[in-house]
């Protein structure tokens, strides 16, 4: 007797249907899988038979054999326990044989039977859509994910005698609905309002938001600059639908989310012990990287000059196209990694360069040593450079309090609706402008050309540099409501460019 039933796997950041035919025939008891399987799908085995008998349901004593197909998609995960126990069932005669038409089925077991996390449910409804499959039978914690994509009924399914009572008609699982704390704004932890001082800084941070530009601020330890950089998600407009589905998705099928979507944007904070795969993604199934993982967020560097160069070389691709590629045998995959880039560090190993409270004990060649670490094409491809000094300790314990994020996000999502309305497109931001655009988009006043025809000859500033500086310009003119950029404007995105640009 053969079952069949619709299940499905997880390949970078989309998932592909699988086949699961399970045939039982005369022989030595016993259960064989097929098809590519992984360990954790080799285990199934042994998780299924458990369940199976801790639930109720005998196993049959006959030689059991498991296809998954296609054969030539590597298989993952322990998703395909749930289809394999009910395929079971099936070609026993203990539910109907068309219990499962038109569904997709997935979801770990537990030794007791009970249905368990499994990730990618979001790709897996996307997928669902894709091929016209109507239904989804699902682990219940993770429901939700699914009820991002429209037009699809979810069954949360908890356990094994759940779903058999359901196939049976002896009672139904009633579909998922979406709650609305689902789609709710954050609560950020950090806020603007916690920062004493720093006014410079936080203005440089807006700009980043405002515009979608890269920052990074240089300072002593203990200014602020890690405090600073995680007010960041704070002032970014919230997201919008087609965003959080993207984000919502990547987090999916990453295994990343836990009975619920992304309603905050990404903050990443990678140790600079990351390594090259887990910053950029990739690995035999591949799977997303931190830069998938900020994608429409922020990619924090915290000490940028400790990562490795190989490192800081990954990055490259991704922060001038927003996407990353990776070469596999079966074709190249492409992952989205558009993310705002915040970097810090400090003037010097010990620190302490351009502090006035303490001396700095580098020697001149160890401070060469370390500003090299991190020059040149990186560095080029930061807008927005930023001294962070050390706020007075009676700035630090004054009563003051600074004006919360929420003002600085109203302004942020002002300018970004005026660079929506230029570039037609929502989610194109000044930042995000090739030299193309630049000239069909940006206009500049003769007076403003020749103060920047004077910049770029005074301080030999590079074509790159000079495309930047015309880009946070325009930012800056849209958060003051400014068609036109001004000569003070201009001046102010030149004090962002790093000082070895000027002398
Ligand atoms: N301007 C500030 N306002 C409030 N707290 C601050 C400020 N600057 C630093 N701090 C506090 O001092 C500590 C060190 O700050 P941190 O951001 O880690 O510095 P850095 O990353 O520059 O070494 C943190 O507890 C932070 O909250
Ligand atoms: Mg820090
Ligand atoms: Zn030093």
Redesign the pocket.
């Known amino acids: 007797m053969l079952a069949v039933l619709t299940s499905a796997t997880v390949y970078g950041l989309n998932a592909i249907p699988v086949i699961v035919e399970v045939d039982l025939a005369h022989g030595l008891p016993g259960m064989t899988i097929v098809g590519l399987p992984d360990k954790a799908v080799e285990e199934a085995k042994e998780r299924v038979r458990s369940a199976l008998t801790n639930s109720g349901f005998p196993m049959p004593a006959r030689r059991i054999t498991i296809n998954l197909a296609p054969a030539d998609v590597k298989k993952e995960g322990a998703g395909f326990d749930l289809p394999i126990a009910l395929g079971i069932l099936i070609a026993q005669g203990i539910i109907p044989k068309d219990s499962f038409k038109d569904s997709i089925v997935i979801g770990e077991l537990a030794l007791t039977g009970e249905v368990r996390h499994i990730p990618g449910v979001l790709p897996i409804a996307l997928a669902a859509h894709t091929h016209s499959i109507t239904h989804l039978f699902v682990p219940a914690c993770d429901s939700i994910e699914a009820l991002l994509v429209k037009k699809i009924v979810v069954f949360p399914v908890t356990d094994i005698r759940g779903i058999v009572a359901h196939a049976n008609n002896e009672e139904q699982i009633t579909p998922a609905s979406l709650p609305k704390s689902a789609l709710q704004e954050p609560a950020y932890e950090h806020d603007f309002a ?5 006014e410079h800084a936080k203005r440089a941070l807006e700009i980043a938001a405002a515009g979608g530009h890269n920052i990074i601020f240089s ?1 002593p ?8 950089a995680r007010c960041l998600p704070s002032i970014l407009p919230p997201m919008g639908d087609e965003e959080r589905l993207q984000v919502s998705t990547i987090y999916s099928a990453a295994g990343l989310l836990q009975g619920g979507l992304m309603s905050e944007r990404p903050f990443r904070s990678p140790h600079h012990t990351t390594s090259s795969v887990a910053l950029v993604g990739g690995g035999s199934i591949p799977k997303p990287g931190e830069v998938t993982l900020a994608h429409h967020g922020v990619l924090f560097m ?1 000490e940028l000059p400790e990562f490795p160069r190989s490192a800081l070389e990954a990055l490259r691709q991704p922060l001038e196209d927003g996407v990353v590629t990776i070469a596999r045998a079966q074709g190249t995959l492409r992952f989205p990694a558009r993310f705002t880039l915040v970097a ?1 560090q400090n003037p010097c190993p010990c620190g302490y360069a351009t502090d006035t409270t303490r001396p700095c004990i580098c020697t001149p060649h160890q401070i060469l040593q370390y500003k090299k670490k991190t020059s040149g094409p990186l560095l080029d491809r930061i807008d927005l450079h930023v001294e ?1 000094p050390r ?1 007075p300790s009676e700035t ?1 314990a004054g009563e003051n309090v600074a004006p919360p994020s929420s003002e600085a996000r109203k302004r942020v999502i002002a300018a970004r609706k005026k660079q929506e309305k230029r570039y037609k497109k929502s989610s194109l931001t000044n930042a995000a402008l090739g030299a193309r655009h630049i000239k069909t988009y940006i206009h500049l006043s003769d007076d403003v050309q020749l103060l920047l025809k004077q910049a770029v000859d005074h301080h030999g500033l590079s074509a790159r540099a000079y495309h930047r500086v015309i880009k946070v310009s325009r930012t800056i003119a849209d958060l003051e409501g400014s068609q036109e950029i001004t000569s003070t404007h201009l001046g102010e995105a030149l004090q962002y460019r790093p000082v070895k640009d000027m002398y």
């Open positions: 916690y920062v004493r001082g720093q300072g330890p203990g200014s602020g600059k890690t405090l600073l915290d810090a962070v706020v630090l």
